[in-house]
């Protein structure tokens, strides 16, 4: 399944509205404004909340947390890799995937320990706001996903406020 995550231009705090591949809005993600953990809100388009992701404030590195349905999944910037960004996606059970990106963050592959790809984010440059492509492999959890994607854009471009 395909996606587009485009953050929006006026709005306080980190907003994305989550639309498919056929235009309709899917998924909203609210960032909570004047939080100490970088709180953002994953909810479908009736506000219901189906995840919660914030930064883990005593880390090695940027670390978040994703929050769903009673189960944590921890989004871990790597430090120390040369041209590249690299990510470790810690999901509950045996799954565990690795996000890894050009050196200048515009491309993302999520992969399984394995290797096989499962999604694949491409970042796009518009006029005023940032916009991703991401496709979904059949199967994956896609708000894990997308919720992940919206890490790594908070890791890799933190404004410097």
């Given at each position: 399944?395909?996606?587009?995550?485009?953050q929006r231009l006026l709005s306080f705090g980190d907003d994305f509205t989550i639309?498919?591949?056929?235009?309709?809005?899917?998924?909203?993600?609210d960032g909570k404004v004047l939080t100490i953990r970088d709180a953002l809100s994953f909810q479908d388009m009736q506000g219901n909340e189906l995840a919660r992701i914030h930064r883990r404030?005593?880390?090695l590195g940027p670390t978040y947390q994703i929050e769903r349905a009673g189960r944590v999944t921890s989004v871990h910037k790597h430090l120390f890799t040369l041209l590249r960004c690299k990510f470790t996606v810690d999901v509950p059970g045996p799954d565990d995937l690795e996000a890894a990106g050009?050196?200048?963050d515009h491309e993302y592959e999520f992969r399984t320990e394995s290797g096989r790809a499962v999604a694949t984010v491409s970042k796009r440059w518009f006029a005023?706001?940032?916009t991703y492509g991401v496709d979904i492999a059949p199967g994956q959890d896609e708000v894990t996903i997308l919720a992940a994607a919206i890490v790594i854009d908070r890791c890799c471009?933190?404004?410097k406020d």
């Open positions: 399944m395909r996606y587009i995550l485009r639309r498919d591949e056929h235009g309709r809005d899917v998924y909203f993600v404030l005593l880390s050009d050196f200048l005023l706001t940032d471009h933190e404004r």
